[in-house]
């Protein structure tokens, strides 16, 4: 059965800071994985896709790696600001495109 | 992506009443919509997947006949919690896409039972 792991569970930082999510998976056997963003009391927003055949993917300040072999993955935040402050959600598909796993999340409060 | 919408997104009642939250697809026609639940602090568990014109496919430990679920137009599902119990507190959150496509997910809808 797969289970998706993240830490920290929560990370408090300082503006301007680079930061590092971390999330780990079980079983490689994975289609793709996905990094969301949940506000709270609100739904998700997805940020990265990253196919199971590549590496990363890359979108403004976010770069998220990916190691199947390995079961990890990375979402690296660079020069963080207040308004990442949220929960960061990391969720694999399993190969059969039947189900998508959920970690529990990393909870990231900036400071200004 | 899709626009996702889910109404109410807040919902207070009282214990043995029950609950519908719809979930609409504003830019897609959706066949399959998902169902999933997220207590404080845990992961999103997916509850069930709803499809058009045919019944829902509940996920393991998910009581069929307390979480009714209609997916009766491609752009509306609902999902109605009978006999609501202060264990059934919960942020439901709908999505449509799936398979090998990306999940779109809506607002979420918080249940307290009191």
């Known amino acids: 059965k797969q289970e998706v792991t993240q830490i920290p569970a929560a990370l408090s930082v300082p503006e301007g800071e680079n930061l590092v999510l971390n999330c780990s998976f079980t079983d490689s056997a994975i289609y793709n994985l996905q990094w969301f963003r949940q506000d709270p009391g609100k739904g998700l927003t997805s940020l990265l896709l990253i196919q199971s055949s590549q590496r990363e993917q890359t979108s403004g300040r976010l770069n998220a790696s990916l190691d199947k072999s390995s079961g990890r993955s990375t979402l690296y935040i660079a020069a963080s600001q207040p308004g990442d402050s949220a929960t960061y959600l990391c969720?694999?598909?399993?190969?059969?495109?039947?189900?998508?796993?959920f970690g529990k999340g990393t909870t990231l409060s900036v400071s200004s | 992506g899709a626009v996702v919408s889910q109404h109410p997104s807040r919902v207070i009642c009282k214990s043995g009443t029950s609950v519908k939250i719809e979930c609409r697809s504003l830019d897609f026609q959706a066949t399959t919509m998902f169902w999933y639940r997220q207590f404080p602090k845990q992961s999103l568990m997916l509850m069930a997947t709803?499809?058009?014109?045919?019944?829902?496919?509940?996920e393991q430990g998910v009581e069929k006949d307390k979480f009714l679920i209609n997916h009766a137009s491609l752009t509306l599902s609902t999902l109605t919690v009978t006999s609501a119990h202060p264990e059934d507190s919960s942020f439901y959150i709908c999505?449509?896409?799936?398979?090998?496509?990306?999940?779109?997910f809506g607002p979420g809808t918080r249940l307290t039972v009191l």
């Open positions: 969720a694999v598909l399993n190969q059969a495109g039947t189900a998508l796993i």
């Open positions: 709803s499809n058009e014109g045919s019944k829902a496919t509940y």
């Open positions: 999505a449509l896409g799936g398979g090998y496509n990306e999940q779109f």
